[in-house]
């Protein structure tokens, strides 16, 4: 189960999206928050199965202690897939990333990283 919250949300018909202001979104595993993502605008788009976050977008990986920045980022529910051709910003305890474009798949944990992949590992 998920919950969203929104400053305020607004659904066009003629459009069929759904525009939310400061969306925050929490992803549940077992009953625990697992993912956290904020932005500052969101489109809802094909039944809720994508949205397009716009903005200053953060996703906070609660498990891993990871957490990624970016200005924008496709979130694919069905797909269990982000995307994004934007600067991203990948932060762990022991590492900072910074690269152009990031294809992502949530099942498996698996990052692409497109171009100018930079990173700084900690000891």
Known sequence: TDFIDARTSSYLATEDYLRMLDPKITAFE???PSTFIAANLAYLINNGDTAELIGNVLVNDIATATQLQTQSLTL???LQQILTQSPVTIQTP??????????GNLIDQRWQLISEVKSIVQP
């Open 30 to 32: 077992s009953g625990k």
């Open 76 to 78: 694919n529910a069905t």
């Open 94 to 103: 022991t590492s900072t990333t910074h690269a152009t474009g990031l294809n």
